[in-house]
């Protein structure tokens, strides 16, 4: 054997463990191989089978199979209305119309906003009459928006005549009173000079209520003063007062005046909020909601109005009964007593009257009648004296009605509302469509139909 021979031999001994020829015969009874390259490669390959045993990596155990997810509810069914989609376009560019000639329009955009929230919520309705029925007051309601604002920009039209350009601020104002009286059929009467009438602001809260709340019969002039800052409605003429509201712009802030819904103040522009409750008491006087309602107890629980002298014996009774006075003090003392105090607002001790009696009499009168006349405004106050569980008022001179005490906590707005049914329905009314908000939950369902509705 050469050298190379012996060389190659010796490698595959050492190296791969395999002998040869070269080694000497094979030992008795030894298998040898086929094919000596065959052995080569496989005990090449026994050697790398054994590297990869000894780097691969133990079975990882399996994560456990998480349960299986629930099947997700489907989301409900919108259904569009594509009549009133189409309304709610014809809106819009109404408005953007009026805008272009320089007026404002924020009152109406807010109102169209509103509307396509309600049409959002009707989309979302799965009872098919319900959802019709929604449907069909609100393409009413675009229907009545959209007159609103075309009737604005016929009187611009009118006003204007041949004239080019955007309307000067006069004849905006003009053709804001003429929208008044052409489209909702107002008498309009001015004291000579007055000029801060606000018809922009009228107009816009003539719109953001239904149409059959404005255009009715016991709504047919609009009346200014210069001399009131408030408004009043005067049922026999079915007319609307107006006082000086300066430039329109001041808000009720005053704790005995403003407005509350859901336990927070409502932000509430004087003027607007003022022509929204007399509207309130045009509508109630056409619809007669207090009259049917005034003794349920989400209405306030009211009585019937009483003349003086039929609540001077209920004061009487109850100081009787809280004041207790000695038997020396007869009944027809009392009834006199409390008379006194209602009628002429003075209280006096009688000649004879023991000062014990007259102590806790004197308490009674000064606590709970005199606090309750008209001349003290209690209508403007947060804390009135209660009889019992009923509060009494004298909301104008000579008159007088109570109400159930409970019903301040569940039906309360503000404190005017309390001074008689009337005020109760309009300050109620007024707030909820000037913030597009719900009446309070305790309110009936007979006085919130009149009111916004979500």
Not at 117 to 144: G, I, M, P, V, W
Not at 229 to 255: H, L, S, W
Request: hydrophobic share 35%; with cysteine; charged share 25%.
């Amino acid at each position: 054997m050469s050298d190379t021979a012996q060389a190659k031999a010796a490698w595959l001994r050492n190296t791969l463990g395999i002998e040869t020829e070269a080694d000497g015969p094979p030992p008795p009874g030894a298998v040898l191989p086929k094919n000596p390259i065959r052995a080569i490669i496989d005990g090449v390959e026994a050697i790398f089978s054994r590297r990869k045993k000894k780097k691969t990596s133990p079975t990882p155990t399996p994560p456990p199979t998480p349960p299986p997810t629930p099947p997700s509810q489907s989301s409900p069914t919108v259904v569009k209305d594509e009549a009133f989609e189409e309304k709610l376009r014809t809106l819009k560019e109404e408005i953007g119309k009026v805008k272009a000639l320089g007026c404002g329009t924020a009152q109406m955009e807010a109102d169209a906003d509103d509307l396509a929230a309600h049409a959002e919520t009707a989309s979302k309705e799965q009872n098919k009459d319900k959802r019709d029925k929604a449907y069909t007051a609100l393409r009413k309601r675009a229907d009545e928006m959209i007159q609103h604002v075309r009737a604005l920009r016929k009187s611009i039209k009118d006003v204007m005549g041949e004239a080019e350009g955007p309307p000067s601020a006069q004849q905006k104002n003009d053709a804001y009173k003429k929208a008044l009286e052409d489209f909702y059929g107002l008498t309009i009467t001015v004291p000579d000079g007055m000029t801060n009438t606000h018809f922009d602001q009228m107009f816009d809260m003539f719109g953001t209520v239904p149409q059959g709340h404005v255009k009715q019969n016991k709504l047919k002039s609009l009346k200014y003063n210069t001399a009131d800052i408030g408004g009043v409605y005067y049922g026999t003429p079915c007319e609307i007062e107006m006082g000086n509201f300066g430039d329109g712009t001041r808000m009720e802030t005053d704790p005995s005046s403003r407005y509350m819904l859901d336990g927070k103040v409502v932000p509430a522009n004087s003027f607007n909020v003022t022509a929204l409750h007399e509207i309130g008491h045009a509508l109630d006087a056409d619809k007669d909601i207090m009259g049917k309602n005034k003794k349920k107890d989400g209405a306030g629980g009211w009585t019937d109005w009483m003349r003086t002298d039929a609540v001077v014996p209920i004061y009487a009774k109850a100081l009787k009964q809280e004041a207790s006075p000695s038997d020396k003090v007869t009944e027809d003392a009392m009834l006199e007593l409390v008379r006194t105090a209602i009628v002429s607002g003075t209280v006096t001790q009688p000649t004879g009257m023991d000062n014990e009696d007259w102590q806790k009499i004197n308490t009674f009168l000064v606590t709970k009648c005199l606090p309750m006349r008209d001349a003290q405004q209690p209508y403007f106050k947060n804390n009135p004296a209660a009889i019992g569980d009923m509060v009494y008022t004298e909301g104008s001179p000579g008159w007088w009605c109570g109400y159930k005490y409970a019903a301040r906590a569940s039906t309360y707005v503000n404190n005017y509302q309390w001074r008689s049914p009337p005020e109760w329905f309009a300050e109620v009314y007024a707030i909820t469509w000037l913030s597009k908000k719900k009446p309070p939950s305790g309110v009936a369902a007979e006085i919130a139909e009149y009111c916004w509705k979500e």
